[in-house]
C-alpha cells in the first residue's frame, strides 16, 4: 500500500473514489429519466421534443409517469397556485438524486402572467431548479440544451453529496 | 373538493374513490378526477379543473386591444390560430374593420393548416391512451412538418401569434405555397396509412366502439360543440352554418357520426370525424391556396392605440375542438372592458360527470380522449 | 328572427319584464330580463315554434360598478333556424343573486359555476354551487373590477425581483472588486473609471 502510495504519490482512498464516481456518473448523465410533467403550452412543445424529430431518447431521456420512478422533472409551462402544492408533491415523491429543469419563462418567473392572479411567479418558489430553459415556448433544440447542460452538472458532481437546502412554500396538501 | 374525497366510503361493497390526475398522462394535461367506483366500474367521476387558470381574461382587461393577442394563442395552444382568429374577428365586428380577402384566406389557410396540427396531435394522444403508442409518433411526425411550415409562415411553433386585428402579420413567404401543396399531397396519402394503420384496427375499433354513447339531444343540451357534437350525429358546423371569413368559397364536407363502427355517438364516431375531418382541411387549404386573391393583408389604417365605441360583440369560429366565441365589451377607451372566449372544451367537460357512471375506468380514458380536451381551454 | 323580432314576440307575452335596449351601430343588441321571469322566459325561448333555442352557447357576466350591477350575459343559438340572441339579467352587486338556468339548459351547470366562482353571483336552484376554476379557500372574486390581490397564496409570495437588480448588484461587487485590487498598486488608476454600459 504504502509502495503504491509513494509511486502515484496521491491518496490511494481518494483516487479510488473518484473514479467511482465518474463510473456512477457516467451510468447516471446517461439515463436520466424524466417525469412527464407538462402543464401548459410548453408540455407540447416537451411531447414535441420527445417526438420522433428532436428524440430526447438519444439522450438516454426517457419519459415516465409516475414521479417514482424519475430521476429529474421538466417543469414544462404555467405554475398556477392551485398546481404548486400538487407539484411540490410530486417532487417529493421523487426519489433522491433529483434534479428540476424549468421549462420555458411561465415556469421561470411566471413569464408572460406577471398581471395575473392564479400564477406562482416561477417554480423556484416551490422546488429548487438546476437548469432554467428559457423561452415561450423553448424550441427543442433549447430544451435538448437543457438536458445536456443537466448532464454536466451530473457528471462533474459527487453523487453522494446531494444535499438540498429547503426552500419556502409550503407542501400542505 | 376535499369533501368529496375524504367522503366516509361504504366498506362493504367495493366502494372506492380515486383521485385521478392532475398530473396523469391521459388527462390531457393538468385535469383532476375525483372518481368513485365499485370495482372496476365508475359510478361517478366528478372533474376537479382549474389547475392551469392563468386569468387570461382579466389580463384582457389591462391589456390594450392589440396587446392581448398573445394572450389568445394560450387559450387554446394546441391550435392556437383559432383563438387569434376569434378574438379578431370579435374586435373587427365591434369596430367595423373589414379584412381585406388575402388577408380572409390567408387566414382560413393558418386555420386549417393548425387545424390538422390539432386532431394529430388528439388522435396520437388518444391512441397513445388506448395503449397503442406508435400512431402518435406517426402523429407527430407529421405535426413537425405542419409546424415548419407554420414556422416559416410567422416565426413560431406553437404559439403563433400570427392574426392581427384587421388582418394578419405577414404574408406567404416565396416558395411556400408549393411546399404546402407538396405537404398536402403527401398528408393525403400519410391519412390513408393512418386508417390502415389504426383506425381499422380490430383491437382498436373494440376498444371505443359503443363505448360512453352520448346522444345527439344530450350532446344539445350540455352544449357539445364541433366534432364531439357531429359525432353525435347533429349536423352543425359553423364554418358551413354561419360561414364567416373565407369560408362561403370553399367546397368541403361536414363529416358527422353515423355510427362508423357502432353507435352513433359512441367514442369511435368522435374519433373518426376528426380523421374525416382532417381530409376536408387539406382540401380546403389546397383550394384556398389555389385561389388565393393578391391584395393587401391589413386593412388600411387600424390604429395602432386602437379606441374602439361602447359596444358589444360576440364572435364564432370553429375551432378545432368545435365552436369558439369570443364575446368583447367596450366602453370607449383603448382597453377592453371584458373579454370572455367560450370554448369547447370547458362544455365538453361538464359532460363527463355524467357520461361516466357505468364505464369501465379504462373507458374513462377513451371518454376523455374522444372528447379532446385540452386543460387551457377549460381554465383559461 | 332578428332580435327586434324576438322582443315582440316576448313583449306579447311577458310584458315589461323584457325590455330592449336600442340598437347600438356596431356589434350585438340585446333584451334585458327580469330576474325573477327569466327561467319561463328561457323556457318559452327553447320551447316555442319558431324561436327554439336549443342551444345555450354562453353565460358569463360583466361587472359594472359605475352602476352597481352585475350583468349576466346568455348567449344563445338555435341550431335549426340559425338565428341567435343575446339575454341579458341584472343583478345587484351588494348581494347577486340569480335564477339558475340549469332546469332549462344542462350546459348551464358549469358556466354558472365559473360564474358564480369568479364574479361572486349566487344562482338559486343550482344544483351544486361550488368554486369551480379556483382553490376551495380562495378569497374573493377577481373578474370584479374591484378585486384586489391577495399577493401569493399559501405562504407562496407573488414577488419576484427584477434580474436586472441582481445583475447590477454583481456587477457592481465585482467593479469594486476590481477597484479594490487596483487601488494599491500605483495611484495612477483613478477610482472613477468610465464604468461599462450599464446593463440596468
Ligand atoms: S412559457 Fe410561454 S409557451 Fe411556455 S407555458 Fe408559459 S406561456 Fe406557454
Known amino acids: 500500500m504504502a509502495k503504491i502510495d509513494s509511486e502515484v504519490g496521491g491518496d490511494v482512498t ?110 423556484d418558489k416551490v422546488v429548487p431548479v438546476d437548469v432554467y430553459v428559457p423561452g415561450c415556448p423553448p424550441r427543442p433544440e433549447a430544451l435538448t440544451e437543457g438536458l445536456i447542460r443537466l448532464q454536466d452538472k451530473v457528471r462533474n458532481e459527487r453523487w453522494q453529496d446531494k444535499r438540498r437546502a429547503p426552500v419556502q412554500g409550503t407542501g400542505a396538501a | 373538493m376535499e369533501k368529496l374525497i375524504l367522503r366516509r366510503v361504504d366498506r362493504n361493497n367495493e366502494e372506492m374513490i380515486l383521485n385521478f390526475g392532475p398530473q396523469h398522462p391521459s388527462t390531457h ?48 395552444y394546441v391550435a392556437a390560430m383559432f383563438p387569434n382568429e376569434g378574438y379578431a374577428t370579435a374586435v373587427e365586428r365591434l369596430t367595423g374593420i373589414e379584412v381585406p380577402r388575402r388577408a380572409q384566406y390567408l387566414r382560413a389557410i393558418s386555420c386549417e393548416l393548425a387545424r390538422i396540427a390539432s386532431h394529430l396531435v388528439s388522435l396520437g394522444t388518444m391512441s397513445m391512451d388506448i395503449g397503442a403508442f406508435t400512431p402518435m409518433l406517426h402523429g407527430i411526425r407529421e405535426r413537425e412538418t405542419i409546424n415548419d411550415l407554420i414556422e416559416a409562415l410567422c416565426g413560431a411553433r406553437l404559439t403563433y401569434n400570427y392574426h392581427r386585428i384587421g388582418g394578419v402579420a405577414f404574408d406567404l413567404p416565396e416558395g411556400w405555397k408549393e411546399r404546402t401543396l407538396a405537404f398536402l399531397d403527401h398528408f393525403d396519402k400519410f391519412l390513408v396509412e393512418f386508417d390502415r394503420l389504426i383506425s381499422f384496427n380490430e383491437i382498436y375499433v373494440r376498444r371505443l366502439a359503443n363505448v360512453a354513447v352520448i346522444t345527439g339531444k344530450d350532446a344539445v343540451d350540455y352544449g357539445l360543440v364541433g366534432p364531439n357534437l357531429r359525432g353525435s350525429g347533429v349536423d352543425w358546423d359553423v364554418r ?54 393578391e391584395g393587401e393583408i391589413m386593412a388600411p389604417k387600424v390604429a395602432r392605440n386602437l379606441k374602439v365605441e361602447a359596444g358589444e360583440a360576440l364572435s364564432r369560429v370553429e375551432s378545432a375542438r368545435g365552436e369558439m366565441a369570443f364575446y368583447v365589451v367596450a366602453d370607449g377607451t383603448n382597453k377592453a372592458y371584458r373579454v370572455r372566449a367560450r370554448t369547447g372544451s370547458f362544455t365538453a367537460m361538464g359532460i363527463i360527470e355524467s357520461a361516466s357512471p357505468g364505464l369501465m375506468i379504462a373507458d374513462l380514458v377513451a371518454l376523455i380522449a374522444s372528447l379532446d380536451v385540452v386543460a387551457p381551454e377549460i381554465d383559461r | 328572427m332578428t332580435t327586434s323580432e324576438i322582443h315582440d314576440l316576448l313583449k306579447a307575452r311577458f310584458g315589461e319584464d323584457v325590455s330592449a335596449a336600442p340598437p347600438p351601430p356596431k356589434g350585438d343588441a340585446w333584451l334585458t330580463v327580469k330576474a325573477e321571469r327569466l327561467v319561463e322566459v328561457c323556457r318559452f325561448l327553447k320551447e316555442t315554434a319558431g324561436l327554439e333555442f336549443d342551444f345555450c352557447e354562453d353565460l358569463t357576466a360583466v361587472d359594472w360598478p359605475k ?134
Open chain 1, 14 to 123: 481518494f483516487f479510488h473514489t473518484s473514479q467511482l464516481d465518474q463510473l456512477i456518473n457516467l451510468a447516471r448523465e446517461n439515463s436520466l429519466w424524466y417525469l412527464l410533467f407538462g402543464l401548459a403550452c410548453c408540455g407540447i412543445e416537451l411531447i414535441q421534443t420527445g417526438g420522433p424529430r428532436a428524440d430526447l431518447m438519444r439522450f438516454g431521456a426517457i419519459p415516465r409517469a409516475s414521479p417514482r420512478q424519475a430521476d429529474f422533472m421538466i417543469v414544462a409551462g404555467t405554475l398556477t397556485y392551485k398546481m404548486a402544492e400538487r407539484a411540490k408533491l410530486l417532487y417529493d415523491q421523487m426519489s433522491e438524486p433529483k434534479y428540476v429543469i424549468s421549462m420555458g419563462s411561465c415556469a421561470n418567473c411566471g413569464g408572460l402572467f406577471q398581471l395575473a392572479y392564479s400564477v406562482c411567479k416561477g417554480v
Open chain 2, 240 to 293: 358551413r352554418d354561419l360561414p364567416y371569413g373565407a369560408y362561403d368559397d370553399f367546397e368541403f364536407a361536414v363529416p358527422v357520426g353515423q355510427g362508423f363502427k357502432g353507435t352513433v355517438g359512441d367514442c369511435y364516431d368522435r374519433y373518426y370525424c376528426r380523421c374525416l375531418e382532417m381530409g376536408e382541411s387539406s382540401k380546403i387549404v389546397r383550394q384556398a391556396l389555389l385561389q388565393l386573391p
Open chain 2, 29 to 76: 394535461g393538468v385535469i383532476n378526477f375525483i372518481v368513485e367506483t365499485d370495482g372496476e366500474v365508475l359510478r361517478k367521476a366528478v372533474p376537479d379543473v382549474g389547475y392551469l387558470h392563468r386569468s387570461i381574461e382579466k389580463i384582457g382587461e389591462v391589456t390594450g386591444w392589440h396587446g392581448f393577442m398573445p394572450f389568445t394563442d394560450r387559450i387554446d
Open chain 3, 67 to 200: 352602476r352597481n350591477v352585475i350583468e349576466v350575459v346568455v348567449h344563445l343559438l338555435s341550431y335549426k333556424l340559425k338565428h341567435s340572441l343575446v339575454l341579458k339579467v341584472e343583478a345587484d352587486r351588494g348581494s347577486p343573486v340569480v335564477p339558475s338556468l340549469y332546469p332549462v339548459w344542462k350546459t348551464a351547470d358549469w358556466f354558472e359555476r365559473e360564474v358564480y366562482d369568479l364574479f361572486g353571483v349566487t344562482f338559486t336552484g343550482h344544483p351544486d354551487l361550488r368554486r369551480l376554476l379556483l382553490p376551495d379557500d380562495w378569497v374573493g372574486f377577481p373578474l370584479r373590477k374591484d378585486y384586489a390581490e391577495q399577493g401569493g397564496w399559501h405562504g407562496i409570495d407573488n414577488v419576484r425581483e427584477n434580474p436586472l437588480v441582481e445583475l447590477k448588484r454583481l456587477d457592481d461587487s465585482a467593479r469594486a472588486e476590481a477597484a479594490k485590487s487596483a487601488s494599491p498598486a500605483p495611484a495612477a488608476a483613478p477610482p472613477a473609471t468610465p464604468a461599462p454600459t450599464s446593463q440596468a
